[in-house]
């Protein structure tokens, strides 16, 4: 990489071979929002080979890419990485690979930014490993929602986990605190889910007759007298699957605010949950080089596992 008067000129090297121009551009430029990544393309002050781009052009090794200099406002710049939410990170990091690596995620913390987010974990793991040219993720997890994430950190390797997820050769377990009695007979839940705008601009996600087809295997972990830890798989990936299944099922999540019921919410309060009771306990994939199977666990945050003693006792 060298640079005049601000603008930079980087050479595209294997890593980034098939990468489009967008997600470059968001890991090179550390604290920029997609927003802004976008305007400066369609504007052509980013070329390549001196030539004007499309946001969805994707790189080839060689290719000569112009950044120029960004001057950003205030109300602009995506937020640095506070100290605390750095450490949080670096010591959230479960297992790495050579080019793959799975974070426990937080619960409250956003994977990507945007919409009132001012960081998402993606921007934020951006800035702490500043010595990846490349990170991206695989798959995503609720806002809500802790536990296994996984993040690639070359282009062969997120094709490779992509595909493997098209395939349904990567298993995700979670765990969910819900309220009543699960059966331990009904293993499955089948429901078409469908978008819909919910109001001041909040999409929601509900069973309807013109959804896509989505299933959900569950299974009993542990009952207590009002609520029921269950496992939960699934099966197809919709956007809130095991929250909307669980809740058409009659056994909606515990602390969820979107879904849950008053009962739900009482029980909730009485319990200490002041969050969604939903966990990526482990996370099975093949990894991209080799092909053999890499298993990932999460353990329960302390949280969510001083819930389960005051459920043990709760009658």
Known sequence: ??????????EVGEGQVGQRIDNFLMTRLKGVPRALVYRIVRKGEVRVNKKRVKVDYRLVIGDLVRIPPLRLTPREAVREVSDSLRNLLAGSVLVEGRDWLVINKPAGLAVHG????????????????????????????????????????????????????????????YLALVAG????????????????DAGNGERRVRVGAEGKVSRTRFGVREAFPRATLIEAEPVTGRTHQIRVHAAHAGFPLLG????????????????GLSRLFLHAASLTFPEPTSGRPVQIKAPLPNDLEAVLQRARKFS
Not at 1 to 10: A, I, K, L, N, S
């Open 181 to 196: 009695r699960w059966p331990v007979k009904r293993e499955f839940v089948s429901a078409r889910l469908e978008r819909f």
């Open 114 to 173: 945007g919409s009132g987010v001012k960081i998402g974990l993606i921007e934020a793991l951006r800035q702490v490993r500043e010595d990846l040219d490349f990170l991206e993720l695989v798959h995503r997890l609720d806002r809500d929602t802790s536990g296994c994430l996984l993040l690639a950190k070359s282009r062969p390797a997120l094709l490779a986990l992509n595909e493997s997820l098209k395939q349904h050769k990567m298993d995700k377990q």
């Open 1 to 10: 990489m060298t640079e005049g008067r601000d603008v930079q000129w980087v």
């Open 256 to 271: 969820d605010d979107k879904y849950g019921t008053r009962e739900g919410e009482v029980l909730s309060r009485k319990l």
